[in-house]
């Protein structure tokens, strides 16, 4: 039976028995309050309604400091600790705080360093433990906001769409890819993901020409895939401009080949794309699920330093029915270290700002744009106020 978990706030005094049974067994309860206890904003993590990890927050005017993160010893293992930094990571975002740090107990560094985190200070004991202070500058990947990056998708040099990866399904929105990356480019996009169709069909890359042709004559980032299975395909790819290489199925089929290839041309060029249905990976155009978790695949590639990841849920694509919002939530909660970018379903600017709001650092999107749910106007005025 799967469990609820879920997060809300308590009391100070609510948190206490948790600190001390966690962090403190040995001390009296009253011991484990802490200064302007009564200040701070406290949570707690239920599961089925038992409190099973609490975190303390302390909000001043340009930072915050959090305390006495804990969780019961029989929910360790459970990632409830991460749950609990990305609540309180999202919740200071909203609230404008660019700086976040707490005193992590040296025990637990890797965990915060996982996370992002940076030193900020010497060591130091106290009560016979020892503390590094450590902080997360929560402005570095939101200063700009969410990056929206539209996706062009190409079926015989055409700019095209496909509902839910069906080639039966295909709507041609423009004979012209080119003016369609100008016309992004001049509303201040700056970021494009080229998908190459016939390529992903035939297993080899086949319209590099408008990957050159936009490269050439705009300045977009271009993240480009479909059919690049071989490091010929690559050095097609690179060669014609584009910033990264998108990879999906050769991850999953030749995962060997695939870190080769992070570690030759370094993870900066390299965007892994997940595609899922029902948690599980889909390979071959999506007409092929495996019994592989999206979870396990991420955390073998995040290993091997990957650290741009797209993935679309099957289930949403094409239908403009919403992003899978939980799913994501779920990535970002277990790799915080990644620069996560969701794909499928968004239908309108609100879904962008739900996604932004749950820790995504991009949004690719592609039909809500050419079906108008999401207008030139829409997308210009949020990227000038982002």
Not at 341 to 362: F, K, N, P, Q, R
Request: charged share 30%; net charge negative.
């Amino acid at each position: 039976m799967m469990q609820q978990v879920q997060i809300r706030r308590v009391t100070a005094d609510e948190t206490l028995p948790l600190r001390r049974d966690v962090l403190y067994p040995d001390w009296e309860l009253s011991r484990v309050k802490v200064d302007h206890d009564e200040d701070g904003l406290h949570f707690g993590l239920f599961e089925d309604n038992r409190l099973r990890g609490v975190v303390s927050l302390f909000l001043q005017k340009n930072e915050a400091q959090f305390r006495k993160l804990a969780v019961h010893r029989e929910s360790q293992g459970k990632r409830y600790g991460s749950m609990l930094m990305l609540h309180i990571e999202n919740f200071c975002r909203k609230e404008h705080i660019p700086l976040l740090w707490c005193n992590a107990r040296d025990a637990a560094e890797g965990f915060y360093l996982k996370r992002g985190y940076e030193y900020w200070g010497d060591h130091f004991t106290k009560d016979n433990i020892v503390f590094n202070k450590m902080k997360l500058q929560l402005d570095k990947t939101t200063e700009s906001g969410i990056t929206i990056i539209p996706a062009i998708d190409i079926i015989d040099g055409k700019c095209v769409r496909l509902t839910q990866g069906d080639y039966a399904q295909k709507k041609v929105y423009n004979e012209h890819p080119l003016e369609v990356a100008k016309e992004f480019e001049s509303i201040g996009v700056r970021r494009l993901h080229l998908v190459d169709l016939d390529g992903a069909k035939k297993g080899a890359v086949v319209n590099w020409k408008v990957l050159e042709a936009i490269a050439g004559k705009t300045n977009l980032v271009i993240d480009f895939g479909g059919g690049i299975k071989t490091e010929d395909d690559l050095r097609i790819v690179y060669e014609n401009g584009a910033a990264l290489a998108t990879i999906g199925s050769i991850a999953v089929k030749d995962p060997e080949l695939f870190s080769g290839w992070v570690k030759k041309y370094g993870s900066d060029k390299i965007f892994l794309g997940a595609d899922v249905k029902e948690e599980k990976i889909a390979v071959g155009g999506w007409l092929e699920t495996t019994s592989l978790s999206v979870f396990d695949f991420l955390d073998e590639n995040v290993k091997q330093g990957v650290k741009h990841i797209f993935c679309t849920d099957i289930a949403k694509d094409g239908l403009l029915q919403g992003p899978s919002t939980d799913l994501y939530k779920k990535i970002l909660g277990r790799f915080p270290q990644i620069s996560f970018v969701a794909s499928g379903g968004v239908s309108t600017m609100a879904d962008v700002h739900t996604l932004a709001e749950i820790g995504c650092s991009g949004v690719i999107v592609g039909k809500a744009i050419y079906e108008e749910r999401i207008s030139m106007k829409e997308l210009s005025d949020f990227i000038k106020n982002n």
